[in-house]
């Protein structure tokens, strides 16, 4: 079964920045594109970044320029680099496959962008 544990998020400033990561087990892991979600309540979950088993990335408008993906094959984890955030970015975030999310998702991560 697909395990999808996504790290502590946490209370971040305005303009702070935040590193999420999330490891993957019960999957071949490199094999897959991979991505973040995020969902604030009463809205339906949002993808927000991709990358491949090559590496190519897509971000969301909303997040271009700020938010980095990356992936440790090695180490079946998936990461997110976030900078400059501010409240909009305020959300539950959750890891899963791209292109055909696993079922199985995640308990998710809250990120909290507040003064």
């Known amino acids: 079964q697909v395990q999808l544990v996504e790290s502590e998020g946490g209370l971040v400033q305005p303009g702070g920045s935040l590193r999420l990561s999330c490891v993957v087990s019960?999957?071949?892991?490199?094999?897959?594109?991979m991505g973040w979600y995020r969902q604030v309540p009463g809205k339906q979950r949002e993808l927000v970044a991709t990358?491949?088993?090559?590496?190519?990335?897509i971000y969301a408008d909303s997040v271009k320029g700020r938010f980095t993906i990356s992936r440790d094959n090695n180490k079946n984890t998936l990461y997110l680099q976030m900078i400059s955030l501010n409240a909009d970015d305020s959300a539950v975030y959750y890891c899963?496959?791209?292109?055909?999310?696993?079922?199985?998702w995640g308990q998710g991560t809250q990120v909290t962008v507040s003064s």
């Open positions: 990358i491949s088993s090559r590496g190519n990335t």
């Open positions: 019960g999957t071949a892991f490199s094999i897959y594109t």
């Open positions: 899963n496959r791209a292109v055909v999310p696993t079922p199985s």
